[in-house]
């Protein structure tokens, strides 16, 4: 008997009240009136944090966006609700609490098109939808471009994402200009601007109170969210995996997921997976000393003049990035030459940012691709489920990538939407290779 077919002979509300016994409470301005007359002493912990069980249908490694998400939605969409998350760290302590928050579908690639506007067509809903505000501000994505080449390239994704159904348009140097007139528009400007492809339901979120709603909402449809517990081994009977080697101890498992982002292939080597197309790269961010609002657009450019893309976070800190460091590391932190490359970036760019003094800077562990492209897929090993690949989108892709991680467990096949994100794609040589920089992960 599938999993599936083991929760279709069950009622579903019966399942749900049966999980919903240490519900949280659901949010409103009425009950934010009500606890602030009593004194704020009656609020209930955002989600549940029950001991490991012996054994669940479902495990999913890791603790961020994606996991959560997934967890969230085999419950939602599928009804699947004896499902741990298993974290090595605290909730949001790893790429998903160290991004610059960019949410955006302007792609390019059959395969990344569809999968990025599905995922933006989730977001545009999903404070309502987990009845937790994510903060999504759909502030409008700038892509600037600075000789004629780039601008053809641009009217190219243009047309692609018009005949999709994806909104954007094209601005003109002057356009641009009286939307963000604080750029360098000089014509003895280092990277003369001609324009920018703008899509205007493009923006960005709180990573945070995103890991934190998924949590809430999966724990109220009765997963089980086990931090601190990390993987040590996965457990196999006869080619099956059965369960995972933890911290904590054995927990068994019809089917265990893993979306770990940058410690893909420490785990996958663990479960026998062999030599994946991936590598891990630190990819650096910073934040500025908050400002009086200053740009309400993201703003980005790349492909031949350097990497750099910018935001104002709502406590009015500038969020920029650029670059990958260029090497192989597992380190949450940067190096002073990225440093100088992303500051070179902004000055070029935005020289008022040169009076702004930078507040802090952190790293995240990049699970880079050989094409670009990510992995929703199942691998190999019976009863083992693969999401990892995302290099530079993973946060923006957390809707749908959890909608489609969800599917293919619950289903044993992929759906339509990430029907291409496979590992099969290299055996076939049908690479997504959105940037056009061919097999090399560091130049994705």
Excluded at 23 to 49: C, D, H
Excluded at 186 to 205: D, H, K, V
Excluded at 262 to 273: N, W
Excluded at 397 to 419: L, R
Aim: with cysteine.
């Amino acid at each position: 008997m599938t999993i599936l077919e083991k929760y279709s002979l069950s009622n579903p509300e019966t399942l749900k009240q049966q999980h919903l016994k240490g519900s949280t409470m659901r949010y409103s301005a009425f009950e934010i009136l009500k606890q602030g007359l009593s004194g704020n002493k009656g609020w209930k912990p955002v989600w549940r944090e029950p001991e490991p069980k012996a054994e669940y249908d479902v495990i999913i490694v890791g603790g961020g966006g994606h996991g959560l998400a997934t967890a969230y939605y085999l419950a939602k969409n599928h009804g699947i609700t004896n499902v741990a998350v298993i974290e090595k760290g605290w909730i949001g302590g790893g790429n998903a609490g160290r991004n610059t928050t960019i949410v955006r579908s302007n792609y390019f690639m059959e395969g990344n098109t569809e999968f990025y506007e599905h995922s933006l067509k989730l977001w545009e809903n999903l404070s309502q939808e987990l009845n937790y505000n994510v903060m999504f501000s759909q502030r409008g994505h700038l892509n600037l471009f600075f000789t004629p080449g780039q601008r053809d390239a641009m009217i190219r994704k243009y047309n692609i994402m018009r005949l999709n159904g994806i909104d954007g348009e094209l601005l003109d140097r002057d356009q641009l200009m009286s939307k963000v007139p604080h750029l360098n528009y000089s014509q003895e400007a280092r990277l003369p601007i001609l324009g920018a492809l703008y899509q205007g339901r493009a923006g960005t979120a709180r990573h945070d109170a995103v890991n934190w709603g998924y949590a809430r909402a999966a724990s109220n449809l009765g997963v089980d969210i086990i931090q601190n517990c990390e993987v040590t081994g996965f457990i196999s009977n006869g080619g099956q995996l059965v369960g995972v080697e933890t911290s904590r101890g054995e927990i068994r498992a019809e089917k265990v997921g893993m979306a770990v982002a940058g410690s893909t292939s420490l785990l996958a080597h663990k479960a026998g997976l062999g030599r994946l197309p991936i590598e891990s790269h630190k990819l650096q961010a910073f934040v500025s000393e908050p400002i009086k609002p200053f740009l309400d657009s993201v703003v980005v450019y790349g492909v031949g003049h350097g990497h750099f893309y910018i935001s104002q976070s709502d406590k009015g800190g500038m969020v920029f990035g650029g670059n990958l460091d260029g090497y192989n590391s597992y380190a949450q932190k940067g190096n002073l030459p990225l440093y100088t490359d992303v500051a070179s970036c902004a000055m070029n760019m935005m020289p008022a940012l040169g009076r702004v003094k930078l507040l802090r800077q952190w790293a995240g562990i990049m699970d880079m691709s050989m094409d670009g492209s990510p992995f929703i897929t199942k691998t190999d090993i019976n009863g083992l489920y693969l999401n990892a690949g995302w290099c530079y989108g993973g946060f923006k892709a957390t809707p749908a990538s959890g909608w489609c991680f969800a599917h293919t467990i619950a289903h044993d096949a992929p759906h339509d939407v990430n029907k291409l994100l496979t590992l099969d794609r290299y055996k076939t040589g049908h690479m997504l290779d959105e940037s056009g920089h061919g097999p090399y992960p560091k130049s994705h």
